[in-house]
């Protein structure tokens, strides 16, 4: 059985940073590309960030010049330090990745993290 879990989310001022961690566990052959999606409430969930196990690296245009995302191959674990916060990156955070099993290749999400951006 697979999981992705997502953590850091909470409550920060404008301006101010926060840092996500993801970690996939289970049992898997490999996995792939892992990224970062949000969804803010009413909204459809959008693209954030993406990085492939090479360390290649794709950014949504909310998140270029603000967010950076990182990735630890040996712990099976993505990062996304998020610098500047605005109000409009509340939403809640979700980290998928791309994963090969013994019975399939498919993509995992994890249950997501809160993110609100207030003072």
């Known amino acids: 059985q697979v999981q992705v879990v997502e953590s850091g989310g909470g409550l920060v001022q404008p301006g101010g940073s926060l840092r996500l961690s993801c970690s996939a566990s289970g049992k898997f052959f490999r996995i792939y590309d892992m990224g970062w999606y949000r969804q803010a409430p009413g909204k459809q969930r959008d693209f954030v960030a993406r990085i492939t196990n090479a360390g290649t690296t794709t950014y949504g245009d909310s998140a270029k010049g603000r967010f950076t995302i990182s990735r630890d191959n040996a712990l099976n674990t993505i990062y996304l330090q998020m610098d500047s916060l605005k109000p409009e990156d509340t939403s809640v955070y979700y980290c998928?990745?791309?994963?090969?099993?013994?019975?399939?290749?498919?993509?995992?999400w994890g249950q997501g993290t809160q993110v609100t951006v207030s003072s």
């Open positions: 998928n990745a791309d994963i090969r099993t013994i019975s399939s290749n498919r993509d995992y």
